[in-house]
């Protein structure tokens, strides 16, 4: 069974400071997006149960260098394989070009039966990339995935939905999207982050695709991007747990939270 | 004239956006046309009608049954068609989530999920929704003719009902049965309760060491009128339900006080408390993001603040 998982590089959240409402973007390292680890994770336990297969892993950015340390650390997670989108058209696409780009990348590799994608990518989270991709390639999608049993021709998924879990089947090719409760991601071994490096990794441009860049321009406009107005009064009480446990229900009594 | 449509398998989001869509729709010069599908067709084109909206496009076609995305995005799909709709607005439940963007391909559509308001700004409608992993909030404006918008559920009210009702369309579709097919489906466990409305909350992260150690938080949280809540961390262990998950993929509170303990405050827990009034975080690690949002902080261990905490509370 040949499973693709699509992987994003973002920046890492957290180092993100903000400044007169303004994220502060240089100097910040880029990081593999959480819930794609957990959908490379997945590949490789189905991988793992099926046999015979192997994984994929593809990515679309406007840089080979945004994307050269996620490639690395995912296939010495285990992948097999990687397949590079990279073109500067790509620069300032939308959740619509990325889909349009992974459907050709896919197409072109031309054998996939299962296509792994986070619910939403860590910065954006839009939830659009794979049910797009689903609509492309004509494919049935299924989202939210917490457990995912394959064989045959078929994918058994049990999904988590807003009030219930439900358990999909379909026909391959699928898409699906997974949660983070699906499994623990594992970390490489120094061994296998060796091994990683002579992975067979190929990198192809738009034109490789066949894609024009006016087919990736984005259609989304970002009018601003700020962070909201935060003013809070960071006073730390100090002393022992006692202490602070009065300072602190001193401060809720005047703030009038408590002893009205 | 073009239509804006809204759709929504839960009822009153769909009236929210019903809501919405009127006020948009008159400024906009615009109509409103709703669908609405399965068993319970007839009875939300009832209420929909009742709202505000125009014309509501209704199937009981059997392909619709268990909502598959696939056949719910095409059966929109032919609606907007059959209505002229040039904008789709859809409740960002989960399965709103997962058909927008579906949708949104079929119509050649620009699509913004998760959106958390619709503002007409000089005749296009923006849409507000959390960047950088909630660090930011983005105003988008869609540039395609078409556009489709997946609206967070509680983000508009309900209208009262109109005198007049709105017409109801047997919606002419043709559809194949999903490729997906519902094997099971069972309730979530836990209890469900809203943190949308609390007033006082205490959420609870990982660290708290063992599940049993939770009757800490909860001590805490009946002393304090406060409805219990928690991080995605400590709910993917499975101590807590889901639906106390406050953050970009769980609950946006706005309660007069928070009170984070063992939180870290990744912002992807912080953006759903940041509206909070007063916030309060207790944490081992002087340097954890959470105390930038705190307007008091304690360092310290919650194993032995929050009893000393409860203690206190209970002398009130
Ligand atoms: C796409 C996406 C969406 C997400 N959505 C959400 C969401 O909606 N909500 C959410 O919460 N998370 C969400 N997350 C996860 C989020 O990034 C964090 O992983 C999570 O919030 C961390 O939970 P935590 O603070 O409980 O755990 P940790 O980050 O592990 O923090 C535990 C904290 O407890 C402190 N601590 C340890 N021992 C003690 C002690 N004895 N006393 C006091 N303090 C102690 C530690 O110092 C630490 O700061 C999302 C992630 C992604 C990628
Ligand atoms: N640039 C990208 N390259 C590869 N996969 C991506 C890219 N952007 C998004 N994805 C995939 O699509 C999922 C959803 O992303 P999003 O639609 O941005 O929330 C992610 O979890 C990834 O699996």
Known sequence: MDIVVSVKTNLDLQMIRIKNREPVLEAIPYKTGDLDKNAVEAALQLRDAVGESKVIVLTVAESNRKVRETIKEVLAMGADE??????????????????????????????????????????????????????????????????????????????????????????????????????????????????????????????????????????????????????????????????????????????????? | MADILVYSEKQDAALELAFKGKELGAALGMGLSAAAFGPSAADSAGALGAHGVDRVFVSEDPALEGLGVDVVAEALAQVACEAGATMVLIASTRRGKELAPRLAQKLG?????????????????????????????????????????????????IAAPVAGAGAVVQAALSLQPSAAKVVSRRPKDGDAVNLD???????????????????????????????????????????????????????????????????????????????????????TDKDAPIFQLADYGIVGNLYEVLPALVEKLKAL
């Open chain 1, 82 to 260: 990687a397949v590079l989108i990279v073109d500067p058209a790509l620069e300032s696409t939308d959740q619509a070009g990325v889909a349009r780009t992974l459907a050709a990348a896919l197409q072109k590799i031309g054998s996939y039966d299962l296509v792994l994608f986070g619910e939403g990518s860590s910065d954006d989270y839009s939830g659009q990339v794979g049910p797009r991709v689903a609509e492309l390639l004509g494919v049935p999608q299924i989202g939210y995935a917490r457990q995912i049993t394959a064989g045959g021709a078929g994918v058994l998924v049990e999904r988590s939905m807003d009030e219930y879990i439900e358990t999909l089947e379909a026909p391959l090719p699928a898409v699906l999207t997974v949660v983070s409760e699906i499994n623990e991601p594992r970390i490489p071994s120094l061994m296998n982050i060796m091994k990683a490096g002579k992975k067979p990794t190929e990198e192809w441009s738009l034109a490789d695709l066949g894609l024009d860049p006016a087919a990736v321009a984005s259609s989304c406009e970002t009018l601003s991007n700020l962070a909201e107005e935060q003013d809070r009064k960071h006073i730390m009480l100090e002393g022992g747990a006692a202490e602070q446990a009065a300072g602190l229900v001193n401060a809720l009594l005047k703030e009038g939270i408590v002893g009205r």
């Open chain 2, 109 to 157: 559509a620009g699509c913004v999920t998760d959106v958390s308001s619709l503002v007409l700004t000089d005749g296009s409608v923006v849409a507000s929704r959390y960047a950088f992993g909630g660090n930011t909030v983005a105003r988008e404006n869609l540039t395609t003719e078409s556009k489709v918008f997946a609206v967070m559920p509680k983000t508009f009210e």
């Open chain 2, 197 to 283: 409305a609390a007033e006082r909350i205490v959420g609870v992260g990982r660290g708290f060491a063992k599940r049993d150690d939770l009757g800490l938080g909860e001590e805490l949280a009946a002393a304090l009128g406060a409805e219990l809540a928690c991080t995605k961390g400590l709910s993917d262990f499975g101590w807590l339900g889901e639906d106390r998950i406050v953050g970009l993929s769980g609950a946006k509170t706005k309660p007069d006080f928070y009170l984070a303990v063992g939180v870290s405050g990744q912002i992807q827990h912080t953006v759903g408390i940041s509206s909070a009034k007063l916030i309060a975080a207790i944490n």
